[in-house]
């Protein structure tokens, strides 16, 4: 049977603990071990573009001894100009695994429906779950335990938050979600993270004020307030999510060993301050290094 990685949801506590803690041991030894994709060919297939996602992928598959094929937007055009299905079972025919970006998850679900070899989504309309994973990396690295910790996201209820709010519910972490109305993560999933929060006894909830989900935040995390796919948008939600800004005083808020976090890119004076993101607080930098360690970790998990 192939492993694909479509949502954290597919995996389960313990197998997110192992992924933790193999980015941990690879980190520490970035050049050492395997070479599991030796004679191997991952390609990665972005609708939309990408410097973490990419370069990270990229320099990890290197690293594991495979090649690399980057394929981006407009190359191969799933579902426009051939099926997607069509695409899937083609490619099955020459490659080991694909990454994919897409715009409709869909497409994603059904690449890895069609396809014989491991599908990993790298991004989504509705998730990011390789983000997360190696968001959880970096939040243990600086408090070594997860369970018990609360997270507050600011802003948009997006892919980001989605991914983020089901990992943080997996390894029992409390997650208080603030967005304005209308923008809240979608209920199914909310559904799903609470459903999980609750055998740790935690809880993920919404509000509609920032300054509430950051009351004793050991973690303030945001994300763009116009995720890709969404441009047209953009004045619009200026408006809507001005209060939703990370800054200084909603910072006042949190724990006082509180760590600041992004996906990115980010957007100076809009999601965040400068003040904050280049702040002693930020991690962000941390988190984008992990994505490299985190994406090993995966490769090595679905194809060993
Ligand atoms: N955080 C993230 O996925 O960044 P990219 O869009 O640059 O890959
Ligand atoms: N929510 C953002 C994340 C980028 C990594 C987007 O989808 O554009």
């Not at 970035?30 to 990229?58: C, M, W, Y």
């Not at 603030?178 to 993920?204: C, H, K, W």
Request: hydrophobic share 40%; net charge negative; glycine share 6%.
């Amino acid at each position: 049977m192939k492993k694909d990685l479509l949502s954290i949801h597919d995996l389960k506590n313990e197998e997110i603990h192992y992924l933790l803690k193999e980015a941990v041991r690879l980190k520490a030894d970035r050049h050492g071990g395997s070479s599991i994709l030796k004679d191997k060919t991952v390609a990665l297939i972005f609708q939309k573009p990408s410097n973490r996602t990419r370069v990270s992928f990229e320099v990890g598959i290197h690293q594991l001894g495979g090649k690399c094929l980057y394929l981006g937007p407009g190359e191969i055009n799933l579902g426009k100009r051939e099926s997607t299905s069509d695409v899937a079972a083609t490619l099955s025919r020459y490659l080991d695994g694909i990454v994919a970006r897409t715009f409709k998850h869909d497409d994603i679900v059904e690449l890895s429906r069609t396809a014989s070899i491991p599908i990993i989504n790298g991004l989504s309309d509705l998730y990011h779950p390789c983000q997360a994973l190696a968001d959880l990396m970096s939040i243990q690295e600086k408090f070594s335990e997860l369970q018990g910790l609360k997270l507050a996201y600011i802003g948009d209820g997006n892919n980001v938050c989605h991914s983020l709010i089901l990992g943080c519910a997996k390894v029992g972490m409390n997650v208080s979600v603030a967005t304005p109305p209308g923008y809240e993560p979608d209920s199914g999933i909310l559904a799903m993270a609470q459903n999980e929060s609750r055998q740790f006894n935690a809880s993920v909830t919404l509000t509609h004020c920032p300054q509430e989900a950051a009351q004793g935040a050991h973690v303030i995390y945001t994300d763009v307030w116009t995720s890709m796919g969404q441009e047209e948008e953009h004045a619009a939600r200026l408006k809507i999510f001005h209060d939703f800004q990370v800054n200084t005083a909603l910072i006042s808020k949190a724990h006082d060993h509180c760590v600041f976090m992004h996906c990115l890119p980010a957007h100076r004076g809009e999601e965040v301050t400068a003040e904050v993101i280049d702040g002693p607080r930020s991690i962000v930098f941390d988190q984008a290094e992990n994505r490299l360690h985190i994406q090993k970790a995966i490769l090595l998990f679905i194809f060993s």
